[in-house]
């Protein structure tokens, strides 16, 4: 593996499910310190297409690689940290233990004033830290997950609809941090409803409809598509869904 390979590789990927294609010929490659957001509505083969890269679905045809390695591969996955769109921990761990199993698998001391410290930068009160994920409200519990994938350090984050659960105050902070790991040379592949924060945040999105990408580029060239619309009314555009009046 080496970091001069790109951080994710996708080609032509292939995926039905009871012979309905879900995603057809989808191919796309990450840059390095990039944040790259997927857009596409429910059930459209973005969560697909993740697990695809996870090498927790089989594709029925193409191929994902980590940095140059196979997505098969055990080592590919150790260069990223993923965060699942329902986030379920272990609701008898606390919030430390937490974190430190999530270090563990990337052989990473953990450091308990470094994770309160983390904690305060994603408005989570660090003394919840010291209680179980079972007392967590959904925004804490997403904001636990949102911890142990940026102290893992790893250069590739993956991220499946990473602002659920969270209040203004937390989406505010979250794009602040996901910003700094991009200013560290980390890169991060995400999906959201929220297309503001894409919009805001994003350096290259791409637009998953009818199983292909109808668009890869940057939110300013998808507007410019369209007379400058707002990206919520370019995307609805881009897909022929017109909003009801």
Known sequence: MTLTDAPLQVEHICKAFQRKPVLNEVSLSLNRGEIFGLIGLNGIGKTTLIKIILNLLKSDRG???IFGVASHDEQARRALAYLPEKFQPSRYLKGHEYLELSLRFYQQPYDRAE????????DLDPKALDRRVGSYSKGMGQKLGLLG????NTPLLLLDEPMSGLDPKARILLKRQLKAAREAGRTIFFSSH????IDEICDRIAILHDGV???IGTSADFKARYANMTLEEAFLEAINLKLAV
């Open 213 to 215: 990408f109808q668009f």
């Open 63 to 65: 191929t994902a690689s």
């Open 115 to 122: 994770g309160q410290r983390q904690a305060e930068l994603l």
């Open 149 to 152: 994938a940026l102290m893992s």
């Open 194 to 197: 929220i297309l503001a924060d």
